[in-house]
């Protein structure tokens, strides 16, 4: 507990050579008044000395075996572990000063300044990135399929049919949709007309239409032997023609292409006109709404999305930067107009400013008062797990200089009491042997 020859303990074994050496002057001088008076004043002292060392040694241990209220420490051990627990909440960590303190803290500049750091919006822009790989590699997304899905029904239902049509005949007509269009089908059309399955298709109904007019009388057998009129040349005439007018009506910017272009964009005005036609685009809208396998195909997709993510994240590899590049830089792109955005946000609007603080300052607090009732649970658990001997020691420690103090003025203050107490009764004795010095000192004086 003590170290060896410490003050306190050189103050008690003082006072012991003190007090042997005041016992053997006055058994040699039992008359001399002086060493009664010295022999009191060591007892004093040497008691008061033990009297302090075997009450500090009480706190912490049984001093000479002595069972009855000693080592008090190891015995409320409970007790004192709770008044700490509780000084420390109570008093350290009280209400009152955890506010105090939060208040001097200026949340706001210190949140700005961390928001304006690079890196803070690469670890924030990378969380959300992470949690967008974590939702694809979710095996249970059925709130997000479901989600998804009424989303897409709602945009279909919501999507009217003319203005559906509108901006299809106004994108159709910017980006040369119906150009494209009428050049391919002009195209197919011209290889299925100069094939000669078509030739005879032609000739075929030329020869029907003759037979339908003229029939199989006089008129048609003359037309045959004189060869007035050639099926096979009308029908070869009528394909090259044909040809030629696809042709034309692939060429870019010919005549015959502006032309049917200007039908097409006016049949579908006409076509957005039409009552009838947007019911029944209306009806299909809702078929398509209700019938469609929208969650079973978007449910396949998150699973096979599942599986690529799954085997490039075993290679290391970020899944959406590998498999969507475009997309993944969009959306790092996205993230950084809103993080930006966010930071506008934060440092123009005065409200937003004062909302933010006040949210932080309610949560600090709150983060702090729990920390409070966890710091008193940390505080108990340690020292519930100290043996007494370290226990005691921990307490000693802090206090060692005092209670050294205190045994070394037992030693002193017992010594003065001890010499009061020989004055008081020895009052008279000493005042009558003062007289008789005094008065011996006037007779030299005088005979000098």
């Given at each position: 507990?003590?170290?060896?020859w ?5 103050a008690l ?7 042997l050496?005041?016992l053997?002057?006055h ?9 009664d008076?010295m022999?009191m ?18 706190l912490?241990?049984?001093?000479l075996?002595?069972p009855y209220?000693t080592?008090?420490l190891?015995?409320r051990r409970?007790?004192f572990?709770?008044?700490i627990v509780?000084?420390v ?12 303190h939060i208040e001097k ?9 961390y ?9 924030m ?5 992470h949690?967008i790989?974590?939702?694809?590699l979710?095996k249970k997304?059925k709130?997000?399929?479901?989600y998804l899905?009424?989303?897409?029904k709602n945009?279909?239902l919501?999507?009217d049919?003319s203005?559906?049509m509108?901006r299809?005949d ?5 980006n040369e949709?119906?150009q494209k269009a009428?050049?391919?089908i002009?195209r197919?059309?011209?290889q299925?007309?100069?094939a000669?399955?078509?030739?005879q298709?032609?000739r ?6 003759e037979h ?5 009388g006089?008129l048609?057998?003359l037309?045959e032997?004189?060869?007035?009129v050639?099926?096979d040349?009308?029908?070869e005439?009528i394909?090259r023609?044909?040809?030629?007018v696809?042709?034309?009506l ?5 005549p015959?292409?502006?032309n ?8 579908l005005r006409d076509?957005?006109?039409d ?6 685009a209306?009806d299909?809208q809702e ?10 195909t978007?449910?396949?997709?998150f ?8 085997m490039d ?5 970020d899944?959406?930067?590998?498999h969507?590049?475009v ?11 809103e993080?930006?955005h966010?930071?506008?946000l ?6 937003l ?8 300052y309610?949560?600090?607090?709150r ?7 966890l710091v ?19 307490v000693y420690d802090k206090?060692?200089?005092?209670l050294?103090w ?12 001890g010499?009061?107490?020989f ?5 008279p004795?000493?005042s009558?042997?003062f007289?008789?010095?005094?008065h011996?000192v006037f007779?030299a004086?005088?005979?000098?």
């Open positions: 507990m003590t170290r060896a410490n003050k306190a303990d050189a074994v003082t006072s012991f050579f003190f007090f050496l005041s053997y002057l058994l040699h001088y039992p008359s001399v008044i002086w060493t008076g022999l004043v060591s007892e004093a002292a040497l008691v008061g000395g033990v009297a302090d060392w075997f009450a500090v040694t009480a912490f241990r049984r001093p075996g002595f209220h080592a008090i190891p015995r409970d007790s572990i709770k008044a509780v000084m909440q109570k008093e350290f960590f009280s209400r009152r000063k955890i506010f105090r803290i200026h949340l706001f500049p210190m949140l700005q300044d928001l304006r750091k690079e890196e803070t919006e690469a670890r822009t990378g969380t959300v990135l949690f790989r974590a939702a694809f979710r997304n709130k997000a399929i479901a899905s009424e989303r897409l945009i279909l919501r999507e049919p203005e559906f509108r299809f106004m994108l159709s007509h910017t949709w119906d009428l050049v391919r002009s197919l059309l011209a299925e007309v100069a000669d399955e078509t030739r298709s032609i075929d109904e030329l020869a029907r239409l339908e007019k003229i029939g199989d006089f048609s057998r037309l032997v004189t060869n007035t050639n099926l040349e009308g029908a005439l394909q023609h044909t040809c030629h696809l042709s034309e692939g060429r870019a910017h010919s015959l292409q502006e049917a272009i200007a039908l097409l964009h006016d049949c076509l957005r006109q009552s009838e036609l947007l019911r029944l209306r299909l078929r398509l709404a209700c019938e469609l396998p929208i969650e079973e978007l449910a396949r997709l699973q096979g999305l599942r599986n690529h993510f799954q994240l075993k290679r290391e590899v899944p959406i930067a590998e969507m590049p997309f993944y830089t969009h959306l790092q792109s996205i993230l950084h107009v993080y930006q966010m930071l506008f934060i440092e123009e609007r005065s409200e400013q004062k909302i933010i603080t006040k949210v932080l309610d949560l600090l607090a983060s702090a008062l729990h920390a409070q009732t008193g649970v940390i505080v108990g658990n340690v020292l519930s797990r100290l043996t007494d001997e370290e226990l005691n020691h921990l206090v060692e200089q005092d050294l205190i045994r070394v003025n037992g030693s002193l203050v017992g010594g003065c009491i010499l009061l107490i004055v008081g009764m020895n009052l004795s000493i009558s042997h007289s008789d010095k005094v011996e007779i004086l005088r005979m000098i």
